[in-house]
């Protein structure tokens, strides 16, 4: 069956045709909130949450508050790079740190310890910061994450390793069982570059 959604400019879209414009979008602009797109398409913010689930799925965009962010570059894209811009390690997606910065530039990290070394340097250009929680994989804005310093868990990352998460209680209840420290973004951010 298929699946037509609204009349806009005279035609009917399919999801699969709103799916391949939203990708040459976010593949142009980075960042795109949900409200533009509903916009764009004249479609409601629900039918755009169904659309862009696939490519989220895909690990194409990321779910942002209130829009979506461009993870991984989509094939036939140049500038696509797989390496942490702080010290060239591979970046593991589950782990990726990534600092959305003025024209919407994206830099990605390897991990929470070189995002948040980068993000240090940055200082105010920085416009947003997004993590993965360890635990559950959910995105959690920088300024918000708890951070996990020196747990027994080892992920094969940068040293010290530092892990995120999005709610106190989990990075607390974590720490119970494998060790380390929990500390909120400013005392993180002391920590490493101080």
């Given at each position: 069956m298929l699946?037509?959604?609204?009349?806009?400019?005279?035609?009917?879209?399919?999801?699969?045709?709103?799916?391949?414009?939203?990708?040459e979008?976010?593949?142009e602009r980075r960042n795109l909130k949900i409200s533009?797109?509903?916009?764009?398409?004249?479609?409601?913010?629900?039918?755009?949450?169904?659309?862009?689930?696939p490519l989220v799925n895909e690990g194409v965009i990321m779910k942002t508050f209130g829009?979506?962010?461009?993870?991984?570059?989509?094939?036939?894209?140049?500038?696509?790079?797989?390496?942490?811009?702080?010290c060239n390690s591979q970046i593991n997606p589950r782990f990726v740190y990534k600092i959305i910065?003025?024209?919407?530039?994206?830099e990605d990290t390897c991990c929470a310890l070189c995002g948040l070394v980068r993000q240090f340097q940055l200082g105010e250009s920085v416009i947003q910061a997004l993590c993965f929680d360890f635990l559950t994989g959910t995105t959690v804005s920088s300024f918000l994450a708890w951070y996990v310093?020196?747990?027994?868990?080892?992920v094969g990352c940068c040293k010290p390793?530092?892990?995120?998460?999005?709610?106190?209680?989990?990075?607390?209840?974590?720490v119970s069982s494998f060790g380390g420290k929990v500390m909120n973004f400013q005392e993180a951010i002391e920590k490493i570059c101080k």
């Amino acid at each position: 069956m298929l699946d037509y959604n609204k009349f806009v400019e005279g035609i009917f879209i399919l999801q699969s045709e709103r799916q391949d414009k939203i990708k040459e979008l976010i593949k142009e602009r980075r960042n795109l909130k949900i409200s533009e797109i509903s916009e764009i398409f004249q479609v409601s913010e629900m039918t755009v949450h169904r659309d862009i689930k696939p490519l989220v799925n895909e690990g194409v965009i990321m779910k942002t508050f209130g829009g979506i962010t461009l993870v991984r570059e989509i094939p036939g894209n140049p500038e696509s790079n797989n390496e942490c811009i702080l010290c060239n390690s591979q970046i593991n997606p589950r782990f990726v740190y990534k600092i959305i910065l003025p024209e919407n530039r994206i830099e990605d990290t390897c991990c929470a310890l070189c995002g948040l070394v980068r993000q240090f340097q940055l200082g105010e250009s920085v416009i947003q910061a997004l993590c993965f929680d360890f635990l559950t994989g959910t995105t959690v804005s920088s300024f918000l994450a708890w951070y996990v310093f020196e747990s027994s868990i080892r992920v094969g990352c940068c040293k010290p390793q530092i892990l995120t998460f999005e709610r106190k209680d989990y990075a607390e209840k974590f720490v119970s069982s494998f060790g380390g420290k929990v500390m909120n973004f400013q005392e993180a951010i002391e920590k490493i570059c101080k």
